[in-house]
């Protein structure tokens, strides 16, 4: 009979740099040993429980919940939680050694443990190496503890079993066997000795004694472990899992409760909020549709116990807007009436005429989700009220678990494994972002390696188990976890990189996983440029236009959005959805939100594209395949387009309940990183088929599903998006020069950098203006034509080098007085040198002393005599320099303030490029010709969902171009298509409608020319 | 006239100087790749590891569109086998001490101007070695032979020998007219300014040392600083410009690494050739032979094997020393992929001055003949290379303990009993009945203590997967045996022995 055993000290790979196995290994393996439970109990962490928790529920595996401490005045202990009190007490001791160190760190005294854990046994490691005092310490300290006995094939494990033993007896505590698990199977090895180099920032065969000597270091069969331990040991194993009781599910998320006022109940002031937000809504009376909606959400919202998330989410919005930062709301239960009425997002269902799935959390007994987006710029208020408002110990981010990729994992492996770094830079590289997961042993010979060489296979194999295994935790964009007491007793929380910000050690996955709510607090830049292109427009023609005013249904924005005119445009300026706009052609707003969704790699993958444009456009009759089908698929023209639709699809057509629909749904947000979507391939399948739909059908359904992933888009957060998109639009088509002067205010962000949101608005007749220092503030502004209508002048903050700080003394210092001359300036402003170079590179002196040259040259001498003439500028006689060459000014333009107001260097080049076409003459060819184009290479973009295909856009100055490069091109062109600046195409011009692409035959890099522009220049005065 | 020497290393600038720069514009690549005649594409790179930057392509990268400050992933793209080194500063700071005390055959006036300039006052050496054009051209084919790339620049100062011969600026300027002349073409490159004040005077589209003498001296001091106009003034010969004197060292070492492991007799002696050159320009400099030297080679991870070279009397001449070189090392079993090599001269004896190298040829050696013979019968027969000690720290018993002397102690893995004798080589054990035998001893072996595991070594190709015990004999002997974890071919587990207990 094989003895029973619970492992009781055992590290996943959230134990950084030791642990060599993912938690779910290690608990199937586990279970398919057979062992009565398993204690995870990572080095201060309780990270890895939550994955761990729901293997160990599929695999009918008693988990314990555990951590293993090294005390910086004392032993190593392990320390496991038996009841919900002690996991609490667990979570609170690691909080604190976390808390006491810096990122990544712990630090623990005897002190801190002073008193024992309660509700915690205590699980003392290699007894026989402790000393006297350490030994006292521990007997006196723990009530419930033992001794752990871990024999490990050592140089004499008798010896240290015999004396282990003695100890046990003299302190009176049992002995208990254990494994100091590090991976699931003994296979690990190798990877576990290079996690030990690379903690230890060394190669492995510098590892020495840091190295474990054997790889016994993993989950043992029971017949090994019977032949190593004598049964009381073992036995005593499971006596102390049978002491640990407790388990995940028990945790219950306490919603905070201050937000209702005294004597009111959370239904009932949420009902009040409700119906106030309502009367402001619809100030005559809201339409009984709604009414009777809005009555229906307020009944599932009480009778799931939510009114304290709502009024969460409510309080934090409201926050917002007393202090003017614009917000949306969106995810599932943002787009209810009741977010709308109060006010959380602005989608009004009775305008726009939406068939919303309402929230439908009661069937799909998800937890409502609400992410909100706030003015990227100022979401730190937003985080900062939020931490005043509950305390630190209350409020605190989710983590994201920063993983290995493919070129960390190939960086650490192959320094473990003594490589070079130019080697390793090397191998880091081989792989091309369009490659795929795995390494191709054809990258590596290319890049100079014997992929079949002894060295490069070992490297392959760590590389490809290394990569998806945790690094780090690093804080969630914004996933706020807000509790009712002290958070750091449900989860542990530890600091983050940036100071005065706490984690806590879980991500949204493992949030989700245990029913968890927590609030998303997100920065969105298209909201700042939006709050800032409605505040300049207001103040330019003095009235006050508010976001929720915005006309609806402008049919000149809809025309602009059909020709694709959308640079700038929220959501719908990639290169894609500028190439689907001309054939959907939206022209309500319902029509944005399924073209924000549709190009997207679900609809992509599941080839539901091209249906409904033909459904659309006529081309083919909008049929259903049932009539349940026609239920959910009516408003998208027979085809599933969002993500809502095709759970809903799994539940009518392939007869999948709630609950699996559900559980679909999380499979298909995490699969791309964990898998896992597997056994729902054939249930669907199937299930389809039996209800008698083709299996085809069924078959772009999973796609889809796929294809959806992490980026699928429901209904309901395409709606929000949407309505940015058409605000930004409406703004683009009525007010460009605000427009383009917010987004330029915003920046970083959106898909097109300065330079060519600057071409674009001069494209659209904005007069753009360049940076000055007699007129430019730091942001830029708009300035009053003759016409009355506005220009754009460029701002100091596109001043390459110039300090926000040295910006704003230059505006200030001139508003006082104008400047007279560059000393006046430099002691007014009280410039430095480098401010002062960084003028001059950006041209923006020009109004007092004249061009670049001039400029350094006068600079130069007034930084100088500083510190010793501080008054008056030194008398010295003019000196003449000669002008820059155009080609030197754009050179400069380029490198200071990221763009140019003089031609375009194409247009300097173009004597040289005689023989390619201007992108404007694209428009006048037939479909099919042959055609020569070269312009600036602006971007290079490979949709996840189009299969290997690279699209390049090219700028000349007369536009820019679409270049598809496929695959096989891609391949044989790696160099021309990856590092070209000035790229020259030849190809196979090809339209339909409006969109023009050129199928690309061959590549030319012309970037010599670009440098020899700059050279030739040089040469020229 | 003014010469006045402070403590007897300041030098003046004199009217009848003239100076001679050598300038090493590749010398980062060469101090790495001199070892090396093969014309493989090779860059030294610098910066920091994720963004590598190439700072020196050797001809062969140039001619594949390698340039300086190319982004090293995009040279990778052009050459798909470009050998690629990382600088290593102290080497080169080596390379040229090497180098001035080479230059002291023909000046004794030697100083070192930057880490990769040299120069020499030529004034006095001109007549000993026939005029300018041959001790130039001297100069120039010794240094090739050392195996740098070189610039020279003449003129009657300092700076402005450097600048010259930065600006690759051939022609010699011997009197200060010529001098003023050619500076106004040098380029401002080849005034090696500091970043500031190369950004004031390009940015205001200067190009030339000639763009600066046209300007204000005032106005010009004002933005680049009184040192800049002062640099001007020394290269032009209108400031004194003292320079320390480069004392030679007392004795000779040079290291030379290689580009690439060599195991190749040949390509090692190409190499070692070098170093034999530097060493004769050293002792005719300082008018010496050696009677003796050493060669280290060294290889990864091991250590150094040390190749010594007996002369029968002390010389000076190249071609003879190189000769013993290549006999010795065909008698020494080289281990395999040396990466550098080192040369050092510490018995340095005077020698009369042969009257220079430009006619030192073989026949003056002609009298010697027999000596040379015992030499080379000497190197034949050899003594043993010297093999030191090293102690790793790994897991496997062989590794930890490779050099270490039987019964000696280590700093060995762990507290672990180890035994004292430690076998070399694991001796593979007869069995009977899956019972290890002792070779020579009847009996049997009770296992004593043990299975100690060790599974270790999987990365250099050495994994071994053992379980160790201690046993005794029937006759009381005490070894230690250990059984692979993995069966061989034929399904058994195998014995070994790898120690005994003393």
Known sequence: MLPEYAELHCVSNFTFQRGASHAEELVVCAAELGYTALAITDECSLAGVVRAHVAAKQAGLKLIIGSEFQLIDGPRVVLLATNRHGYGNLSAVITQARRAARKGKYQLCRADLAGGVPDCLALLLDPDTVSKEHLAWFAATFVRAWFMLELLRGPDDDVKRIHIEQLAARYRLPAAAAGDVHMHVRQRRALQDVLTAIGLGTTVAASGAALHASGERHLRAREKLARIYAPAPLAETVRIATQCTFSLDELRYEYPEELVPPGETPAGYLRQLTEAGMLDRWPDGAPEKVQRLIEHELVLISELRYEAYFLTVHDIVRFARSQDILCQGRGSAANSAVCYCLGITAVDPARMEMLFERFILKERGEPPDIDVDFEHERREEVIQYIYQKYGRDRAALAATVITYRYRSAARDVGKALGMSAAQVDRLARSRAWWDGQRVLAERLREAGFDPDSAVMRRWRTLVEVLTGFPRHLSQHVGGFVIARDALHRLVPVENAAMPERTVIQWDKDDLEALGLLKVDVLGLGMLTAIRRALALVNDFRGQSLRLAAVPAGDAATYQMIQHADTVGVFQIESRAQMAMLPRLRPATFYDLVIEVAIVRPGPIQGNMVHPYLRRRQGLEPVTYPSEQVRGVLERTLGVPIFQEQVIKLAMVAAGFSAGEADALRRAMAAWKRKGGLEPFERRLIDGMRERGYDEQFARRVFDQIKGFGEYGFPESHAASFALLAYISAWLKCHEPAAFACALLNSQPMGFYAPAQLVQDARRHGVEVRAVNVCVSDYDCTLEQRSDHEPALRLGLRLVNGLSVAAAARIVAARCQQPFVNTHDLAQRAALNRKDLAALVAANALSDIVGHRRAARWQVAGVEATLPLVPAQAVRESVIEFARQSEGEELVEDYASVGLTLGRHPLALLRDRLKDYRCSRELRTLRHGSAVQIAGLVICRQRPGSASGVIFVTLEDETGVANIIVWRALAEQQRRELLQARLLAVSGELQREGEVIHIIAHHLHDHSHLLGRLVTASRDFH | ?502
């Open chain 2, 1 to 502: 006239m003014g010469d006045c020497r402070a403590e007897g290393i300041q030098l003046l600038a004199g009217t009848n100087m003239l100076w001679l720069c050598l300038y090493f514009r590749s010398l980062s690549l060469d101090v790495l790749a001199r070892g090396d005649c093969s014309p493989v594409p090779r860059v030294i790179v610098f910066g920091p590891e994720t963004r590598l930057q190439v700072l020196v392509p050797n001809a062969a990268a140039l001619v594949r569109g390698i340039h300086a400050e190319m982004r090293l992933s995009a040279a990778q793209t052009l050459v798909d086998d470009l050998h690629v080194l990382t600088r290593d500063a102290a080497a080169e700071q080596a390379a040229v001490s090497s180098i001035a005390a080479w230059c002291g055959q023909f000046t004794s006036t030697v100083s070192l101007l930057s880490p990769d300039a040299v120069l020499l006052e030529i004034g006095a050496s001109l007549r000993l070695f026939g005029g300018l054009p041959p001790l130039r051209q001297t100069i120039d084919a010794g240094i090739t032979a050392l195996g740098y790339h070189v610039q020279t620049g003449i003129a009657p100062t300092p700076l402005g020998a450097w600048w010259l011969a930065r600006a690759n600026i051939a022609e010699p300027a011997t009197d200060r007219e010529q001098l003023r002349a050619a500076l106004a073409r040098v380029p401002l490159r080849g005034m090696a300014l500091k970043s500031d004040v190369m950004a004031v005077l390009q940015g205001v589209g200067l190009r030339t040392v000639g763009d600066c003498l046209r300007l204000p001296r005032d106005a010009l001091a004002r933005r680049c600083g009184a040192t800049f106009i002062n640099m001007l003034d020394r290269a032009l010969g209108d400031a004194p410009d003292p320079r320390p004197l480069f004392v030679l060292p007392p004795y000779f070492t040079s290291r030379l690494p290689l580009p690439a492991a060599v195991d190749d007799c040949a390509m090692l002696l190409f190499a070692i050739h070098r170093l034999v050159l530097e060493l004769a320009g050293f002792l005719q400099a300082r008018e010496a032979g050696v009677p003796g030297f050493v060669l280290q080679l060294y290889h990864p991870g091991q250590v150094p094997t040390t190749v010594s070279i007996g002369l029968v009397s002390a010389s000076r001449d190249a071609a003879h020393l190189l000769r013993l070189v290549r006999t010795k090392l065909e008698q020494t079993p080289l281990p395999d992929g040396v990466h550098e090599v080192a040369l050092v001269a510490r018995d340095i004896r005077p020698l009369a001055a042969t009257a220079t190298t430009l006619f030192d040829t073989a026949e003056t050696r002609g009298s010697d003949h027999w000596t040379a013979l015992v030499e080379q019968l000497r190197a034949r027969l050899g003594d043993n290379a010297v093999t030191g000690l090293q102690l790793v720290a790994d897991h496997r018993p062989e590794r930890a303990w490779h050099y270490c002397a039987p019964g000696e102690d280590g700093p060995g893995m762990s507290d672990a009993a180890r035994p004292l004798w430690l076998l070399v080589e694991p001796l593979l054990l007869r069995q009977r009945d899956q019972r290890p035998l002792l070779p020579g001893h009847h009996g049997a072996l009770t296992l004593q203590r043990g299975p100690e595991r060790i599974e270790s070594g999987w990365w250099d190709g050495g994994d071994v997967m053992r379980d160790y015990f201690a046993a005794r004999h029937d006759d009381g002997i005490r070894v230690w045996l250990f059984r692979e974890r993995c069966p061989d071919a034929t399904g058994q587990r195998r014995w070994f022995l790898h120690g005994i207990f003393g």
